[in-house]
């Protein structure tokens, strides 16, 4: 992240560019600041032709600045959610939308992806096919040259995006020569560069090594906690995520069942969902159930560590 | 057995990919093939049922050399599921998908009739007989493929990269179902770079990177080697991680998975008592 | 690097000569001109490679001429001006990145939504071809022999490529027009690249060649007569209806 306190703070740089294009509702962003970012009321969608909704009745709101993970087991309907959010559902995918849903002060329904997108940005799980140019650099420019940015303003916003993400030195390389984790971190960059105040992430570490993975989670988190973007990121590993949400929501069946922080989430029920705990949860469930009397539910490993020592070392 | 001696293997007018590489995999034994991307592990899976031969070395399937062979006599023996399901299926039904292996071995029209039907039980798709693999979900989808080549049940089988995109359940499902394959006497190799799924499942690791084989033990022993694992990008499984930082209280390292952590543990404090 | 545009007017200059002339010292000549060319490119191999994709067609073109009666002279020319143009084109393609192609069109004033189209196309095809030889790949490990049985059956044989091939191609197509319509595609109407490109004095130089050797050929054309080689062979009249 060097480089990055040069910059101005993210939400003053808004407020200072005069060159952002027409579509940039500066003011309804700029008046929602205090309220929630996501509100979701009665969402419901059904694609054309199926029989049965994909979400159901989903009502929640997002606070700015929440990392939120969603996650539930295949098809429950998280990566409809994600489509919702950003405008791909009901533009890209048809379908019976009912209820209400609400990003940065924009009524999804309203709008197009396109005047979504520099509200909401969405990071998809294969690198492959959301890098197209020939340079890194060309793929970051391709979001704010969408919006009819000036050259100068494009040029910062790239520099910008490229040193957030550490990939200034692979610029000028092609994304098909890049590793997976690098190929991410340019993918992120790519959507950054539109300056987004929410990022979606569906199963971003799915083709990546352990430890890219756990270095993409890195670059996440700080883009929550330095950028105070919002974060949803969707995904099954809970294990590597659980040290960095602040709020985990699960879905079944198209249904929110459990929202609330990793440790009032990782539960009973959760576990009867299908969904995967980190292992040491589960472990301590078990040691739990062997009558240890354990009064906390670590979820990462150092806490785990720190209450075991204690155990054994008194 | 499949066993290589000194394989090297370049793509045409690329670098090394493999660069001298001497296995010897068991029948029936139960391996992981681990490493970074671009390691060489599909590589090397390519050159066991013929698809890619060697530039140098050799590679014998059961006292077959692959250069006296061919990619359709070495896949009888040698069954590879590729990592995306969407580049086999073609066909109008999954029967008619599952059929089309049997048909080009020669099967007879009733024994292909038979075996369809049972693989389809086996793995839990026989609603799906007549749908069109197309309309399957992606998790339903792999699960055919992996149908359409056990359906010929060849004694070794490749699984390449069997758990990406797939949600804890399936996860369990396709471990259970690795262990019965592998109880059932054949060998199964799978590429992966998951650690918590070889650590719940144990089986040997043959750890790769760039080209070369830099580690060969089992995964209690593997797994709990760090540097070795930080060579390859991976990492040590959370249990194996939360071990690591209490070995100095005397817990065994090699406790990689949740039950026996809990053991260890328990004994531990019944040690203190 | 060459500007697109000045290369393009290089290789349209190449190519109108080509079809202006039937006089096969001519066509041997603007067939040589190429050659420095690639040498400077440096593409030796891959040019050779298309020379011998093409290789088929060519020898195709030149038996249609001869058996339908042309001198044998004729034929070659004919043959030399299919290669000509075949080649010039390869290379203009083979050296000239998708993306600059592109931003050519672009600033051509070629409709954004035409241009990118026509640069994703082009990009997609090593990505499509990964894809096949995967394809391929995967159906021979389930027994699939693409060298085996009579014409019918190695026709029938590709659908178990074609098909999966084309699922592939749809599948990555809709994910690649998400990733685009997350970043905005078709927000506004007025683009202005990052990257821009610019004539530089050896541009305007090949252009300027390139307008004073067609000239030349025109020229040649118009009031030089060129000669002809004399090699009496043409085709023996078996079919009398010829």
Not at chain 1, 13 to 28: A, F, I, K, R, V
Not at chain 1, 48 to 54: F, H, L, W
Not at chain 1, 126 to 140: G, K, M, W
Not at chain 3, 167 to 180: D, G, H, N, P
Request: aromatic letters at 8%; proline letters at 5%.
């Amino acid at each position: 992240m060097k480089g990055y306190m040069a910059q101005p703070r993210y939400g003053a740089q808004l407020e200072n560019d005069s060159c952002l294009g027409p579509l940039h509702p500066l003011g309804t962003a700029r008046g929602y600041k205090d309220l929630s970012i996501i509100q979701a009321n009665h969402l419901t969608f059904t694609y054309t032709g199926a029989s049965k909704p994909s979400v159901e009745d989903v009502s929640t709101t997002v606070s700015p600045g929440e990392f939120v993970v969603l996650t539930g087991p295949s098809g429950c309907g998280k990566t409809t959610i994600c489509r919702c959010l950003n405008g791909l559902i009901p533009n890209f995918y048809s379908g019976d939308f009912a209820g209400e849903l609400i990003v940065d002060g924009m009524n999804v329904k309203e709008h197009t992806t396109a005047e979504l997108a520099a509200h909401v940005g969405m990071v998809f799980q294969n690198p492959e096919n959301q890098l197209f140019s020939l340079s890194v650099e060309r793929d970051v420019a391709f979001g704010p040259e969408n919006l009819g940015l000036q050259r100068e303003e494009t040029r910062k916003r790239v520099d910008w995006a490229l040193d957030v993400t550490g990939i200034t030195h692979l610029k000028d390389k092609p994304p098909y020569e890049l590793s997976g984790g690098q190929q991410q971190r340019a993918a992120i960059a790519a959507v950054l560069a539109m300056q987004p105040k929410v990022m979606i992430l569906d199963e971003p570490t799915s083709f990546l090594d352990p430890k890219s993975a756990l270095e993409i989670l890195e670059v996440i988190s700080d883009l929550n906690k330095k950028l105070k973007i919002t974060i949803i990121l969707v995904e099954h590993r809970l294990d590597i995520v659980s040290q960095h949400a602040n709020r985990v929501i699960v879905m079944d069946n198209g249904k929110v069942v459990l929202d609330g922080t990793p440790r009032d989430v990782y539960g009973e029920q959760a576990r009867l969902i299908g969904i995967g705990l980190p292992r040491v949860t589960t472990l301590f469930n078990l040691l739990q159930r062997d009558g240890l009397g354990l009064t906390q539910t670590p979820t990462t490993v150092d806490e785990a560590a720190g209450v075991l020592r204690k155990m054994l070392s008194r | 057995m499949i066993e290589t001696e000194a394989l090297r293997f370049s793509y045409p007018g690329s670098s090394e990919v493999l660069r001298g590489i001497d296995l010897a995999i068991n029948d029936g034994q139960f391996v992981a093939i681990m490493g970074e991307n671009g390691a060489g592990k599909t590589t090397l899976v390519k050159t066991f049922n013929g698809l890619l031969m060697p530039t140098a070395g050799r590679v014998k399937v059961d006292g077959v050399d692959t250069h006296d062979s061919s990619v359709a006599r070495l896949s009888r023996d040698v069954g590879l599921v590729f990592q995306n399901p969407d580049h086999q299926l073609f066909s109008e039904t999954v029967r008619e998908e599952l059929a089309f292996s049997l048909r080009n071995f020669g099967y007879e029209e009733d024994t292909i009739e038979r075996r369809v039907g049972t693989i389809l039980e086996t793995l839990d798709l026989t609603r799906y007989t007549e749908s069109s693999p197309f309309v399957l979900s992606g998790g339903e989808r792999k699960r055919v493929a992996l149908a359409a080549v056990l359906v010929w049940n060849p004694k070794h089988i490749i699984l390449d990269e069997p758990t990406i995109g797939q949600d804890y359940q399936q996860k369990d499902r396709l471990r259970n179902f690795i262990i019965q394959l592998n109880a059932q006497g054949k060998t199964v190799i799978i590429i992966t770079h998951d650690v918590e799924f070889v650590a719940e499942c144990k089986p040997r690791i043959i750890l790769l990177s760039k080209g070369q084989v830099i580690g060969d033990r089992p995964a209690e022993d593997l797994l709990t080697d760090g540097e070795l694992l930080d060579k390859a990008s991976l990492t040590r499984p959370q249990i194996g991680a939360l071990m690591h930082q209490l070995r100095d209280l005397g817990l065994p390292e090699h406790a990689i998975d949740v039950y026996s952590a809990e053991q260890a543990i328990l004994q531990a404090l019944r040690r203190k008592k | 690097m060459m500007d697109p545009r000045a290369k393009f007017i290089m290789t349209m200059g190449i190519f109108s000569a080509a079809l202006l002339f039937s006089n096969v010292y001519a066509l041997i000549i603007i067939f040589l001109v190429q050659l420095p060319i690639v040498y400077a490119a440096k593409s030796w191999r891959k040019w050779a490679g298309s020379m011998r994709a093409g290789l088929l067609l060519a020898v195709l073109i030149f038996v249609m001429n001869f058996v339908f009666g042309s001198t044998f002279v004729f034929s070659a020319a004919m043959t030399l001006r299919f290669v000509t143009l075949m080649s010039v084109f390869s290379l203009f393609f083979m050296t000239t990145s998708p993306d600059d192609l592109g931003l050519a069109l672009e600033q051509a004033h070629v409709p954004y939504t035409l241009s990118f189209t026509f640069t994703t196309a082009v990009r997609l095809v090593p990505t499509m071809a990964l894809d096949a030889q995967t394809v391929i790949d995967a159906q021979r490990s389930r027994g699939l022999e693409l060298d085996k049985g009579n014409f019918m059956k190695r026709i029938r044989n590709y659908i178990p490529i074609l098909i999966p091939l084309i699922v592939s191609a749809i599948r990555r197509s809709i994910e690649l027009a998400e990733a685009l319509e997350s970043r905005g595609f078709g927000a506004s109407p007025n683009r202005q690249p990052l990257i821009v490109l610019r004539m530089r004095a050896t541009d305007y130089l090949i252009i300027a060649s390139t307008a004073l050797m067609f000239a030349l050929a025109v020229y040649v054309y118009l009031y030089i007569p060129l000669p002809t080689p004399d090699i009496p062979i043409t085709m023996p009249k078996i079919f009398p209806w010829f």
